[in-house]
């Protein structure tokens, strides 16, 4: 889960601060893991996991879909494998669960991909 410090600025105002601890954090980051995971070999690109979010969540915010990638590389749960054209034509970040074990249950009812031993 991301800290409520990261969300905010050293010098931004008292209810950017009050917002940042009242974001779904791990929420929103289990959301884009479940998106991500579905693409376990060739990996997703933002534009893809955004789309999903939108259509399955009802999450259409640009940086709370986002913010969550550092988040989860940090954690050691996502890496970033090449870079693929997104709709815009400019190349976006491909991105995968990490293959690790050891990290099986990520949260309840979630099924990892096939991970190597």
Not at 51 to 77: H, M, P, Q
Request: aromatic residues 6%; hydrophobic residues 35%; contains cysteine.
């Amino acid at each position: 889960m991301t800290e409520p410090h990261k969300l905010y600025r050293k010098g931004d105002p008292d209810t950017s601060r009050e917002a940042a601890e009242n974001v779904p954090t791990s929420r929103l980051e289990k959301m884009v893991l479940e998106i991500i995971a579905r693409f376990p070999e060739e990996g997703i690109i933002s534009d893809d996991v955004r789309r999903s979010c939108a259509d399955e969540f009802n999450v259409t915010s640009y940086s709370s879909i986002t913010a969550r990638y550092k988040a989860l590389e940090e954690n050691g749960l996502i890496e970033f494998i090449g870079k693929r054209a997104g709709r815009s034509g400019r190349q976006q970040r491909i991105m995968r669960v990490k293959k690790v074990v050891g990290q099986l249950a990520l949260w309840p009812g979630y099924a990892p991909p096939m991970l190597s031993a």
